[in-house]
Nanobody, 123 residues
Framework: QVQLVESGGGLVQPGGSLRLSCAGS????????IGWFRQAPGMEREGVGC????????YYADSVKGRFTISRDNAKNTVYLQMNNLKPEDTAVYYC????????????????WGQGTQVTVSS
């Protein structure tokens, strides 16, 4: 079983940047694909992006392409979500999740979830 802990959320102005971290308990987090998801109030949880296991291929939702970047540091057992040029519509609770594959960013396919971190984009 994998335990995940997100951090790095906060309040940022439009156009600003934040970097979220997803720290894993498993010493072999590299074996898992890590997805990033978000959920705004009253909305369904949606996939933001994913980094595959081992090779580290990344996939992004169209709404964040060119603005968000996912990376992993295997030495630190951590996956990052770098968010640039943030917009008010990016406001949501952000979650990381682990599974054997990116599964087209379908939330129901991911088995292990963190507790979430709030990101608020507002002036």
């Amino acid at each position: 079983q994998v335990q995940l802990v997100e951090s790095g959320g906060g309040l940022v102005q439009p156009g600003g940047s934040l970097r979220l971290s997803c720290a894993g308990s498993a010493s072999t987090l590299d074996y898992y694909a890590i997805g990033w998801f978000r959920q705004a109030p009253g909305m369904e949880r949606e996939g933001v992006g994913c980094i595959s296991a081992h090779v580290g291929t990344t996939y992004y939702a169209d709404s964040v392409k060119g603005r968000f970047t996912i990376s992993r540091d295997n030495a630190k057992n951590t996956v990052y979500l770098q968010m640039n040029n943030l917009k008010p519509e990016d406001t949501a609770v952000y979650y990381c999740a682990a599974d054997w594959g990116c599964s087209d960013l379908a939330p129901d396919e991911f088995d292990y979830w963190g507790q979430g971190t709030q990101v608020t984009v507002s002036s």
